[in-house]
T-cell receptor
């Protein structure tokens, strides 16, 4: 499994765009990049998944450069309810186990 | 939107007792998982289950743990003789297919062993 590195914490204010970057230097050819969100005392929730370039859904965007050694989760115009831990996971298609790191604790203030 | 449900939300038990944690995965999902999260720590994989058998398990999932799908809807995790260190949030998850598909997590069961 590719090791991932992401900031332990980030602070933001309501209405700002937040970008959380994850490093995965050892990403393999078959690996996908997936982000999950976890609120306190709740189970993780899938946000977005990508393989290369850019993926966008109603919640976030995921930017993956050509070398795929990093990725950036972009949350547009965050609100207080976006305060959560965000996990970057890298794994091969066909790999069923999710391996969570410590994630990035995002704190959104008024 | 379909969701994974878990019962109970909180279970308190004494050391050495058996507990069964219950989960109802999303109805058309085929792969089921248990994870746990000790307070303040990472989410850790315990076991995956497909076609009525364990497909993968972690080192945490020792002989004290077992899983079962007793009927077409429930998926259970049994801990035979609980230890203090089993205190954690236990999350059930399910997914349509194996592999790196979106896993849907339940709200969790907080297990407290005294």
């Amino acid at each position: 499994l590719a090791k991932t590195t992401q900031p332990i914490s980030m602070d933001s204010y309501e209405g700002q765009e937040v970008n959380i970057t994850c490093s995965h230097n050892n990403i393999a050819t078959n690996d996908y990049i997936t982000w999950y969100q976890q609120f306190p005392s709740q189970g993780p929730r899938f946000i977005i998944q990508g393989y290369k370039t850019k993926v966008t859904n109603e919640v976030a965007s995921l930017f993956i450069p050509a070398d795929r050694k990093s990725s950036t989760l972009s949350l547009p115009r965050v609100s207080l309810s976006d305060t959560a831990v965000y996990y970057c996971l890298v794994g091969e298609s066909g790999y069923s186990t999710l391996t969570f790191g410590k994630g990035t604790m995002l704190l959104v203030s008024p | 939107e379909p969701e994974v449900t878990q019962t109970p939300s909180h279970q308190v038990t004494q050391m050495g007792q058996e507990v069964i944690l219950r989960c109802v995965p999303i109805s058309n999902h085929l792969y089921f998982y248990w994870y746990r999260q000790i307070l303040g720590q990472k989410v850790e994989f315990l076991v995956s289950f497909y076609n009525n058998e364990i497909s993968e398990k972690s080192e945490i999932f020792d002989d004290q743990f077992s899983v079962e799908r007793p009927d077409g809807s429930n998926f259970t995790l049994k801990i035979r003789s609980t230890k203090l260190e089993d205190s954690a949030m236990y999350f059930c998850a399910s997914t349509e297919g194996g592999g790196y598909y979106e896993q849907y997590f339940g709200p969790g069961t907080r297990l407290t062993v005294t």
